[in-house]
């Protein structure tokens, strides 16, 4: 006695009733004529990716096309040897339609361009990724102590490098500070990020970091910060229309704050994590 056939499976790996010996054939061939396309890559894809040196990066992409496409991954244009022993890549292709290429302890040889190949019969696709090595951010103009007068302009300048550049936060006894028409966060190329405050007052006073991070780390620059208030009484011997003028201003000063609070005193400290 012959053996029964075996079942057949769509592309979902769903059975299909075997009604003659050629159904098996006849379905690929009316399923591949129906959907039937060339490989193409879902949108979405970060062209250019950051890892630090000693990390690993997995690189996901997701590859539609009928008949299920073949998967290639190269490295500056040429295969990537999974079964080298000196290899640090390795790939996942999962149904077709989602391939993982995974990079373990990347360094600088490791930079460059990687390549995704799909083929099928209807045709190819091709994904570039550029892989680059994320250092960490380093100030190259940290944060110090500053004095400032009441009433003269308060500004905070760092220099902060890193690959790729770092975003920057600001924070005052390690809340975050936050602009508004007082204070003013700003950002001059290539790296200078400035913390600019109107008409500062004593309740300004206290400690002020930089926080920069990017893939590779976080790097921390902190300086204490003291606003000199006047004295009330220095103004007594003066004539009357300057008297009116500074407690004019002290008043605006005043009305000012109520749309930033400030916020409680800490330890300044510098750090890197």
């Excluded at 790097?219 to 003291?226: A, E, K, L, P």
Aim: proline share 8%; aromatic share 8%.
């Amino acid at each position: 006695l012959m053996a029964p056939p075996q079942p057949v499976l769509d592309k979902n790996k769903k059975i299909i009733p075997l009604l003659d010996p050629y159904a098996e054939q006849a379905l690929d061939k009316a399923y591949a004529e129906q959907y039937a396309c060339a490989p193409w890559f879902a949108p979405g894809i970060e062209e250019k990716r950051y890892c630090a040196e000693a990390d690993s990066i997995s690189i996901v992409l997701n590859v539609q096309g009928y008949p299920d496409p073949q998967i290639v991954w190269k490295f500056r244009g040429v295969d990537i040897d999974v079964t080298d022993p000196l290899c640090r890549c390795k790939i996942h292709t999962y149904g077709g339609s989602e391939t993982i290429l995974t990079i373990s302890g990347f360094n600088k040889s490791n930079v460059g361009q990687y390549q995704c190949l799909a083929t099928n019969q209807y045709g190819d696709a091709q994904q570039n990724i550029f892989v680059d090595l994320a250092t960490r951010p380093e100030f190259v103009q940290p944060m110090s102590n500053r004095t400032f007068g009441a009433g003269q302009p308060l500004k905070l300048e760092v220099r902060v490098e890193g690959n790729p550049a770092p975003t920057v936060k600001w924070m005052k006894e390690w809340k975050p500070v936050v602009g508004s028409s007082r204070v003013k966060l700003g950002f001059e190329e290539p790296c200078t990020h400035t913390l600019t405050i109107a008409e500062p007052m004593g309740r300004d006073s206290g400690v002020y970091s930089c926080v920069a991070s990017n893939e590779a780390g976080q790097s921390t620059s902190s300086g204490n910060v003291t606003v000199e208030e006047e004295d009330p009484d220095s103004t007594q011997s003066l004539p009357k229309f300057i008297r009116d003028r500074s407690t004019s201003r002290a008043r605006r000063r005043a009305a000012l704050l109520e749309e930033d609070e400030p916020v409680e005193d800490a330890p300044a400290e510098s750090t890197e994590e």
